[in-house]
Structure formats: structure tokens, C-alpha cells
């Protein structure tokens, strides 16, 4: 069964508790983490690293409201719902594409339909194409691929598994495609999935890819392309340290 990244962004423990137990009653294995400030969530919050997040209208400091702004300002498709004691500020939840206005206490179902929401969008996710050529067009599946090379006119597509697909293309016009994603285009010729990357050579310059090939790093950009490499890493770890509490 899929496991879900969950957020709780509360600062009242009897209610963290009392969520807890709602997700936990739902049967999904769920990986939960706790931020009682808005602050300390929005510094721990990445794209795509949670898959559902329950914040807390009143919080000390950044209050509810302002964190989903700025969440929004990077991701604008993670289920959240609203939980408070208050109805004033429905219209907030509205504008900010909040999935759900929960009235303290939650109930079960609110709890069940919020998990439902995100499991189907995170299936979803990870099920993402995108098409790319005109004459003999091809669905490419986003999670499977490693890097991306530009020969010429043509753009290679590296796939997990040892796929290579050849079409004509500009990387310029590739690289919005996948901004969403974890891509970082580290040379005009070169742009990598992060989550492909097993190694760097500052000595040639190079990312190493898992499953073979090296993506050219270009020498201004070096320290950004590691920095940003280190910061994938860095979540990563966060989330396989989330799941394993």
C-alpha cells in the first residue's frame, strides 16, 4: 500500500494527538511530521515532499493563513485543509486552494476524505507524462527519467532501464516543462534528474548518473548544481527519516 507523507502544522498537543489518531484509524502507513510554528514548517517544506498537510488556522508567529500562502508560492497542488475553531476565514481557504475547512474537533471522515484526496493525487503524480515531438510523438514517464542530452537539433532522453529516445527538440523548450520536478539543467547540453545522480567529479566536471552516463556540469554553475544536489539529498533523508520514526 502507498505510504503518504503527512504534515501537521499545530500547536496544540491534545489536537496533534487526537489527528494522529484519526490518520492512524484510517489504516494508511502514513510517515506524519509535527511543526508547532509556521515558521519551522515552511523552513522544513520542499516541492513535492509532502503529500497532504493539515494546518492550523491560529498558530504563535505566522499564523496559518500566511503559511499556505507561501506554500502556494512553490506548490501549488498539495492537498491541504484548513482545521479550526473559527469560521471566519473560509473565503482564505477558497482563494488559497485549500481541499478542506475542518471544524475542530475533525471527525473521522474528514480525516478519511483528506487521505483519499491525496493518495489519488499522489498515484496521479507519479503516473505524470508529458509528450514531446510532432511527427512521431512519445509519452515520456517523468519518474523514469535520468537525464536529458541536446545533440545537434535532437534531444536524447535517458530512461531508466537502458531507453534512450531520440526526437528533434531545444532544450529551452523541454526545460519549463519539467520545472515542477526535481531537474536542474546544470549545462545548455545537460538537464538531470536529481534523484538519478550518484556522484560528482569536480575534476571533469561532471554529474554521474545511476545506471550509467555523466551529465556536464558547466563551470559557473558548479557550486549552484552541487548546492542543489546537496539540498535533494538533504530532503530525501528528511522524508526516509519521517517514514522511519
Not at 78 to 106: C, H, M, Q, W
Request: negative net charge.
Amino acid at each position: 500500500m502507498e505510504q503518504l507523507n503527512i504534515a501537521i502544522c499545530e500547536d496544540e498537543h491534545a489536537d496533534v494527538r487526537y489527528l494522529c489518531g484519526l490518520i492512524t484509524a484510517n489504516g494508511i502507513p502514513a510517515a506524519i511530521s509535527i511543526y508547532e510554528k509556521g515558521e519551522d514548517f515552511l523552513a522544513a517544506c520542499r516541492l513535492n515532499r509532502f503529500d497532504l498537510v493539515f494546518m492550523d488556522i491560529y498558530l504563535d508567529g505566522l499564523d496559518g493563513v500566511e503559511a499556505v500562502r507561501q506554500i502556494r508560492e512553490m506548490d501549488k497542488s498539495v492537498p491541504i485543509a484548513f482545521i479550526t475553531s473559527s469560521k471566519d476565514f473560509a473565503l482564505d481557504g477558497y482563494r488559497l486552494n485549500v481541499a478542506k475547512y475542518i471544524e475542530k474537533p475533525a471527525s473521522q471522515t474528514d480525516a478519511d476524505e483528506m487521505i483519499s484526496l491525496a493518495l489519488s493525487k499522489k498515484t496521479a503524480r507519479e503516473k505524470e507524462v508529458f509528450v514531446w515531438g510532432r511527427r512521431e510523438p512519445i509519452e515520456i514517464p517523468v519518474s523514469q527519467l535520468r537525464y536529458v542530452e541536446q545533440q545537434g537539433h535532437s534531444l536524447l532522453f535517458y530512461l531508466s532501464g537502458g531507453n534512450v529516445w531520440k526526437r528533434k527538440g531545444k532544450m529551452d523548450d523541454l526545460e519549463p516543462l519539467l520545472a515542477t520536478y526535481p531537474f536542474f539543467r546544470c549545462h545548455k547540453s545537460y538537464l538531470v534528474n536529481l534523484a538519478f545522480i550518484q556522484g560528482i567529479d569536480r575534476e571533469h566536471m561532471v554529474f554521474q548518473m545511476r545506471e550509467g552516463g555523466n551529465a556536464y556540469i558547466r563551470r559557473e554553475t558548479f557550486y549552484r548544481a552541487r548546492g542543489a544536489w546537496e539540498n535533494w539529498l538533504f530532503s530525501a533523508a528528511r522524508r526516509k527519516g519521517d517514514a522511519n520514526e
